[in-house]
Every structure is written in C-alpha cells, then in structure tokens.
C-alpha cells in the first residue's frame, strides 16, 4: 500500500499552521519521507519569514483614513468624547458611499467621452480614406 501524497495546498496549509488537527502529524510524517518537499516547504518558509521581514513596517503602519475603520477601532476612537454619536456613525457611511458612487459615474462619464472620441477618430480616418481614392 503506497503512502498517501499531500498537496502543495496542504503543506500551505500545514505551513501557516492552518492544517487540521488530525492531518498535521501525518504532513510531517510525509515531510520525513520526502526530502525534496520538506526543502521546497523550508523555501517557502524562509520566503514567509522575508516578506514579513520586508514589510513588516508597513504592517505596523495605521490604516488610512479612506478606509472604513473596523466597529471596535470606531467605539473605542469615540469613547473618549462621550461613546458613539449615533447622528454621526448614521452619516458617517452614506457621505463615503456618497463619494464612492460619484467617483465611480465620474469614471464612466470619462470612459464615455474617450470611446466617443476614438469612434469619432476612427470614422474621420475612414472618410479621409475613402475620399483619397
């Protein structure tokens, strides 16, 4: 009986320490028996351990004021005035949703003038043509 494989999803898996109870031991098992998988996870290790070496100050950067903060990080931002303002929380999310959608029909009324213009470019090119011949 021939020794069960394990995919590169599970030893991604196993890797992040993610691998279910049961299977991890039989991961490092297999790892013991297959030398060129068990250098190609401590690769991937060392990769991990890099990448988090490289960005690890942007990690610890907080996050921009763009983006929505998480309900926890908005009651205990409000705390120290008082709690949360419902006026404000309630506001808060349809002024960015607000801005979001005029951003996005911003987007498409420039997409629309630019296939305007490449159309209206094309037919004059067509007509220069026909009239040359």
């Excluded at 898996?13 to 060129?36: H, I, M, Q, S």
């Excluded at 929380?89 to 029909?105: G, K, Q, S």
């Amino acid at each position: 009986m021939s020794a069960p494989t394990v995919g590169e999803i599970e030893l991604s898996a196993w890797l992040d320490g993610e691998a279910p109870p049961g299977r991890r031991e039989a991961v490092e098992v297999w790892l013991k028996a297959n030398p060129g998988a068990a250098t190609r996870v401590d690769v991937w290790r060392r990769q991990n351990d890099l990448i988090r070496a490289r960005f690890a100050r942007v990690a610890a950067e907080p996050l921009p004021e763009t983006i929505w903060p998480a309900p926890a990080e908005t009651a205990r931002r409000d705390a120290p005035r008082g709690g949360p303002n419902p006026a404000t929380a309630a506001n808060d999310a349809p002024i960015r949703v607000e801005r979001f959608d005029r951003a996005r029909r911003d987007m498409r009324a420039r997409l629309a003038v630019v296939a305007l213009m490449s159309f209206a470019a094309g037919a004059a090119v067509t007509l220069m043509l026909m009239a040359a011949r």
